[in-house]
């Protein structure tokens, strides 16, 4: 491991930003959190700030492993509050709240605390480092969006392969595959993650999958819609169903998110079982393996692949 300077990290609220970045021998850029590998926009000083925030009751937080479904969600999320349509100014990225990250979210706490009702966060925080300490010891309403482990793997490996602010792997796909299971990724071990968060299921937390949202649209919509005490008529879930579409938000200028740079395709697949095309038979095995080991009282019911 070699210590890198990377000024590009650093921003207005931790001026020693590039400070702590590991960069390993297959290119992969981290810091360490309380023992978990963290993207290195997750600087000390922005994590004290998000475990210091003070949740209203109008706030909804979510969060999720990376590469989830988090960024749909969001749209959903927002559509749902803003009667079906998207607002009239800025980007989806600009209408979320990231407090732990640096670079992608330059806000003080200070300014958050200003900040209109109702306020969205999004985060990808493990439970025991969860925005204020997370559902049971704030207020607001907080969903945890899960996905499947297979295909998380995979979309995870696109996103964090060759991008200077992102993780910047640059080996192959068997060693990430290693990487991923060994829990030696940005944010740590998938299965901590999801099994962390289910844990405790206080009434303010909502458990969703990425696959109930792309098989059952309509009643995870009207789920969220219940929980979150928002009225949704026909004509709105129809709406928010366009509108938060693949398609739709690929294309769209509003959620692109072309003002990444190095971003490319965000957008990718958009499906279950995309797995298929880069485990080899063992390493399925060996995922298998993992999650009957792990995941057999979890809260939630992944499909790994559909007809
Ligand atoms: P793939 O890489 O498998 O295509 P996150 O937002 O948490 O980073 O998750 C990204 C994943 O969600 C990507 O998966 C992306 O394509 C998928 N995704 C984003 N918007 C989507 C939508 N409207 N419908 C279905 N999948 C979507």
Same mark, same amino acid.
């Given at each position: 491991m070699t210590e890198s300077k990377i000024p590009a990290y650093n921003d207005g609220y931790n001026e020693n930003g590039s400070d702590g970045i590991e960069e390993a021998s297959d290119g992969y850029r981290f810091r360490k959190l309380s023992g978990r590998l963290m993207p290195p926009y997750v600087t000390p000083l922005r994590y004290a700030q998000s475990r210091d925030v003070q949740m209203?009751? *109008?706030?909804? *937080?979510?969060?999720?492993?990376?590469?989830?479904?988090?960024?749909?969600?969001?749209?959903?999320?927002?559509?749902?509050?803003?009667?079906?349509a998207n607002p009239d100014k800025g980007t989806l990225r600009q209408h979320m709240?990231?407090?732990? +990250?640096?670079?992608?979210?330059?806000? =003080?706490?200070?300014v958050v605390d200003s900040m209109e009702s109702p306020r969205l966060f999004k985060s990808h925080m493990p439970i025991?480092? +969860?925005?204020?300490?997370?559902p049971a010891k704030q207020a607001g309403k907080f969903i945890y969006i899960a996905r499947n482990?297979?295909? %998380?793997? %995979? *979309?995870?490996?696109h996103f964090e392969t060759e991008k200077a602010w992102a993780g910047n792997f640059n080996c192959s796909w068997d060693h990430w595959f290693e990487r991923f299971i060994s829990g030696q990724v940005q944010r740590g071990s998938w299965f901590d993650h999801v099994v962390g968060?289910?844990?405790?299921?206080?009434?303010?937390?909502?458990l969703l999958t990425y696959e109930d949202l792309l098989l059952k649209f309509d009643n995870t919509v009207v789920k969220i819609a219940e929980f979150l005490g928002i009225k949704l008529t026909k004509k709105m879930l129809r709406q928010i169903?366009?509108? *938060? =579409?693949?398609?739709?938000m690929r294309?769209?200028?509003?959620?692109?998110?072309?003002? %990444?740079?190095?971003?490319?395709?965000?957008?990718?697949k958009g499906k279950i079982g995309s797995w298929k095309e880069h485990f080899s038979v063992s390493q399925n095995d060996r995922?298998?393996?993992?999650?009957?080991?792990?995941?057999?009282? %979890? +809260?939630?019911?992944?499909?790994?692949e559909t007809d």
């Open positions: 209203r009751d *109008s706030d909804i *937080s979510f969060c999720s492993f990376p590469k989830s479904g988090s960024t749909w969600l969001s749209q959903i999320l927002l559509l749902l509050i803003n009667g079906g709240i990231w407090m732990e +990250a640096s670079w992608p979210f330059p806000k =003080s706490l200070d025991e480092m +969860a925005l204020g300490g997370g482990p297979k295909d %998380v793997c %995979v *979309s995870y490996f968060w289910q844990r405790e299921i206080p009434s303010n937390l909502l169903e366009k509108n *938060s =579409s693949f398609d739709r294309a769209s200028e509003f959620a692109n998110m072309h003002e %990444v740079e190095q971003l490319g395709s965000f957008y990718r995922m298998d393996q993992l999650i009957s080991e792990h995941l057999h009282h %979890v +809260a939630f019911d992944f499909t790994y």
